[in-house]
C-alpha cells in the first residue's frame, strides 16, 4: 500500500530522530496532532517532560473532535507503547475509520545522530532512544494483530510531491494577486525578506513608475518605513532601506539598509550607529566642508 485511505488516523510509530514529524508534514497543518507541540502549547516548553500529562489531554481532545467530524488525523509522537497504540486504535474504530500504522525504518544510528543535532531541550537521551528503537523493533510484527487495518513502513511513502505542491499553493496563497508579474515578484520579495512573522505586518505603499516601491511595516501604531533599492547595479546589492530621522543636524528624513530582522529591532530602537544616519543633503554638506 502506497496510498493511505483518508480519512483515517495516522499512527506515527517510530524513535526519536527517525523523521516522524518531517513526514508528518507532508500532510496538511490542522491534520497533524504533534505531542511537542502541545507540550509547548501547555508550558512553554516543547521539551518539559514534565508536561507530557497535559499535552497527552490535549492530543486526546482534539483527536476525538476530529474523528467526531470525520477528519484525518496524523498522531506525531513516538507511539511507541502498546497502550498508546490501542488507545489510539480504538478511538479510530470508535468512529468507524481505519488505524494506519506507519512505521518509521531509520536506523538507530540514524535516529541517535538527528537526536543529537537538536537543540538541548529537544534532545532525548540516547538510552531513552534505543530503547524506543528496540520497543518499535519488537512491536513490528505484530501491529495487524493489535488492530492496526494498513500497516506501510515510511520508505514505502512518496509524499514529497504532496509536499511540494503545499508550497506552492502557500506561495499562491499569501501572494494572491491579479496577474501584474512586478506585483506578484514584490510580494514575494516582501515575504522572503521578511519571514513569517514579519511578513503579515508589511504592505507596500507607493508604487510609482521609475521610483524604487515604497512599503510599511505596521502594527497598532507602530510604522517602520522601507523603500526597496533597485538602483545599485549588481542585483545582489539590492534590498530594503529604512526611513530614520536624519542625525547630521536637520530634520530631514534618512535611509539606513536594513538586511535582516536584527537591522529592523535597531531601527525601531534608534540604535544604528549615528554616522551612519544622514541624509543625502547633509552627506553632500560634510564632504563639500570636507573638501574646504
Ligand atoms: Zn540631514
Known sequence: MNAIPEPSVIVMTGASGSGKSTLARTW???YRLELDAYRELVSGDAGDQEATDDAVFVLHTVLEARLARGM??????????????????????????????????????????????????????????????AQIAAARPGLRGEGF??????????????????????????????????????????????GEDLAPAFHWTQLRPNHDPVGALAVGGDEITLAYRTWYPDPLDWGFEAQVPCLGGCSGPAWVPVRSPMDLLAVYDDDFPEDVVRCDRCTAGAAAREAV
Do not use: W
Open 72 to 133: 484525518t488525523c496524523v498522531v506525531d509522537a513516538t507511539n511507541t507503547r502498546a497502550d498508546v497504540r490501542k488507545y489510539l486504535i480504538e478511538a479510530a474504530h470508535a468512529y468507524e475509520l481505519p488505524a494506519v500504522a506507519v512505521v518509521m525504518t531509520a536506523p538507530l544510528e540514524q535516529c541517535l545522530a538527528r537526536n543529537s543535532r537538536r537543540p538541548a531541550n529537544r534532545r532525548v537521551p540516547d538510552d531513552v532512544v534505543r530503547r524506543q528503537s
Open 149 to 194: 487495518d494498513h500497516v506501510v513502513t515510511d520508505d514505502r511513502l512518496m509524499r514529497l510531491r504532496l509536499l511540494l505542491q503545499r508550497a506552492v499553493d502557500r506561495v499562491h496563497a499569501h501572494h494572491q494577486v491579479d496577474g501584474d508579474h512586478t506585483e506578484r515578484a514584490r510580494r514575494m520579495l516582501a515575504h522572503r525578506f521578511f
Open 28 to 30: 496538511p497543518a490542522s
